[in-house]
């Protein structure tokens, strides 16, 4: 087998083409992980404590990250990336603190967190061109106060309590109100 200088120039620019494909980035976040992401951090147990109410003042998502609709492209964007970087703060959160525990600490199910943080890292990668958002990072001053509050031993279990509560929401305002912009298994 010959190949002419031709062909061959052809089938390099082939592959470098699917690699160009393969080393993209993706920006989707698929539904339905979105939703079992959601369900298990409902179901880590315990309700949130009275006593953390005194905190709200600290830790007060801006709720208007999200977009007012999600009508168009950059709409749509915004909202996953508002998905994305709650996610991503999350994470950074766990690696970077224990979890309070003991009398007065945080009694979540060790198994059902674990998958969470599971699905948590399957988000982040599968969404991680969103990280590129040009809009300003209006989540950037709530996670330091998170961080704060997570930080002091005597607020830390308040501060995860607080930061549980508002991930949540995030993920069960997205599903509701945003959820054309996911993407839908079998459909792409
Ligand atoms: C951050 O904490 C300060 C009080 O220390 C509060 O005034 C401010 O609203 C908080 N911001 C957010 C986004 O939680
Ligand atoms: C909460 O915010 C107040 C100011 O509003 C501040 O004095 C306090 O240190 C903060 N608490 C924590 C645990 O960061």
């Not at 994470?91 to 603190?97: I, P």
């Not at 209006?138 to 930061?163: D, E, H, I, K, R």
């Not at 305002?173 to 079998?186: D, I, K, Q, V």
Request: overall charge neutral; proline content about 5%.
């Amino acid at each position: 087998l010959t190949l002419s200088p031709h062909l061959l120039c052809v089938l390099l620019q082939l592959c470098s083409l699917q690699l160009l494909v393969v080393a993209m980035p993706t920006c989707r976040l698929l539904e339905d992980v979105v939703l079992n992401t959601h369900h298990l951090l409902r179901d880590l147990g315990g309700a949130f404590p009275v006593q953390c109410l005194k905190y709200n003042i600290n830790i007060s998502f801006p709720d208007s990250a999200f977009p007012a609709s999600t009508a168009n492209h950059p709409q749509c964007r915004q909202a996953l990336w508002v998905v994305y970087e709650t996610l991503r703060e999350t994470q950074l959160l766990f690696e970077d603190f224990e979890l309070p525990v003991g009398e007065g600490g945080v009694s979540w199910d060790r198994k059902k967190l674990s998958s969470f943080q599971n699905l948590q890292d399957r988000l982040l990668e599968e969404g991680s061109c969103l990280s590129t958002n040009k809009t300003p990072d209006v989540l950037s001053p709530y996670f330091s106060n998170v961080t704060a509050v997570v930080q002091q031993q005597g607020s830390a279990a308040c501060g995860w309590m607080a930061l549980r509560r508002d991930v949540l929401w995030v993920l069960k305002t997205a599903l509701r109100e945003h959820h054309s912009c996911f993407t839908r298994r079998g459909r792409h």
